[in-house]
Structures are given as structure tokens and as C-alpha cells.
């Protein structure tokens, strides 16, 4: 069975610091990981695919397979970024099916 | 952009009550998804649906759980008879072809009295 961790509840950072969002796995195929935002009640919406190895909004994720895991990360933190982030995985036999992590609340004070 | 919309985005329904929560996919997407909230808690998967049947479901989507696609374009999750623990949010989602173009819509809050 796969199972995503993400083991911090609350993350407060301070403006224009760092931030990682810890996320773990575990699958024994190649699963395909992605982050999802959240903002105040607002609707899931794509952040980063780890296929597409992009940068969106200024965070990266790479995923370390030795490691299991797909971390989150951006430099300089911006108040914008103060929300909801999950990590979710797809496995390669579940055609479109999603599997949460608890989710990470991210407060960026100035 | 398109959004995949839900409706009501707040219902309030007494137990053992039936309730049916609708979503509009993206009108090209062929896969659609029901997941749940419950306050606190992970987003959890519901079921998967493609050409008109039920490609997976989980442990919580019992026999009272039930979805259709009744006119080619709107998504419906029924619940036959609430329970307080039903109570949670649902959120649609749809994409083209697996994860292509995967989008939730903003969901419908349901609490169950």
C-alpha cells in the first residue's frame, strides 16, 4: 500500500527565509509526486509535478528515490506563500488516483 | 481557465437524510473523482469514474455512496442516508486522460445535523 508522510503540522517561517516542506513515500513501483496548495479555502490547485522538474512561484521539489522522499523547498519565503501545501502521489497501477499527505500549514509572518 | 464547479458549496442535511452533491467537470475531461475532507484530516479518495462506470473506489465508499453521470455533463455523489460522520468536505475533480489536466473544483462543505 503507498503512504505519503508529511511530518510537520504547522511550519512558521519569517519572511524571506527559507522554507522546506518535508514529504515522504512509500510505494514499491515508481510513483509520480506532486504538491498541491491551498490557499484560505480555497480550491486544491497544482503546484509542482515532479515530472516536469519545474519552478513555480519560486519552489522546486526533487525527488530522492534512495531517500523516498520529495521535499519542498523555496528560498525566500513571501507572506503570499502562507498556506495549505500537500503532498500526494500517484501510483503507476492507480490510473488517476491520488493519495494525501495530512498536509503542512505554512504561516509566513513579516 | 476552465473550473470544475460544485454545488451547493454549504449544505446542511439531518442524519439518515439523503444528499446529492453535484460537480461540472471540465466539459473535454473523461475521468472524474469524488475526495473528502474531514475537518483535521487528510484529503482521502473516494472514487474514480470513466466511460460511465466506476474504475476505483476505497474502503469509506460503501453502499451508501453511489455516483452518476446523468447527462453527460454534470457529476453527482449521492449519499443514501447520512451519518454525522459523513460530515466533511467533497471535492470533485476531472482531468483528460489520467493526470492530464487534473483539476479540482473548490468543493461542497456538507454537515450532517
Known amino acids: 500500500a503507498q503512504r505519503v508522510t508529511q511530518p510537520e503540522k504547522l511550519l512558521s517561517v519569517f519572511k524571506g527565509a527559507p522554507v522546506e516542506l518535508k514529504c515522504n513515500y512509500s510505494?514499491?513501483?515508481?510513483?509520480?509526486l506532486f504538491w498541491y496548495v491551498q490557499y484560505s479555502r480555497q480550491r486544491l490547485q497544482l503546484l509542482l509535478r515532479?515530472?516536469s522538474r519545474e519552478s513555480i512561484k519560486g519552489f522546486t521539489a526533487d525527488l530522492n528515490k534512495g531517500e523516498t522522499s520529495f521535499h519542498l523547498k523555496k528560498p525566500f519565503a513571501q507572506e503570499e506563500d502562507s498556506a495549505m501545501y500537500y503532498c500526494?502521489?500517484?501510483?503507476?497501477?492507480?490510473?488517476?488516483?491520488?493519495?494525501f499527505g495530512a498536509g503542512t500549514q505554512v504561516v509566513v509572518t513579516p | 481557465e476552465p473550473e470544475v464547479t460544485q454545488t451547493p458549496s454549504h449544505q446542511v442535511t439531518q442524519m439518515g437524510q439523503e444528499v446529492i452533491l453535484r460537480c461540472v467537470p471540465i466539459?473535454?475531461?473523461?475521468?472524474f473523482y469524488w475526495y473528502r475532507q474531514i475537518l483535521g484530516q487528510k484529503v482521502e479518495f473516494l472514487v474514480s469514474?470513466?466511460?460511465?462506470?466506476?474504475?476505483?473506489k476505497s474502503e469509506i465508499f460503501d453502499d451508501q455512496f453511489s455516483v452518476e453521470r446523468p447527462d453527460g455533463s454534470n457529476f453527482t455523489l449521492k449519499i443514501r442516508s447520512t451519518k454525522l460522520e459523513d460530515s466533511a468536505m467533497y471535492f470533485c475533480?476531472?482531468?483528460?486522460?489520467?493526470?492530464?489536466?487534473?483539476?479540482f473544483g473548490s468543493g461542497t462543505r456538507l454537515t450532517v445535523v
Open positions: 475533480a476531472s482531468s483528460f486522460g489520467g493526470l492530464t489536466g487534473y483539476t
Open positions: 510505494y514499491s513501483g515508481s510513483p509520480e
Open positions: 515532479h515530472i
Open positions: 500526494a502521489l500517484s501510483a503507476t497501477d492507480s490510473w488517476g488516483k491520488l493519495q
Open positions: 466539459s473535454n475531461h473523461l475521468y
Open positions: 469514474f470513466y466511460n460511465n462506470e466506476i474504475s476505483e
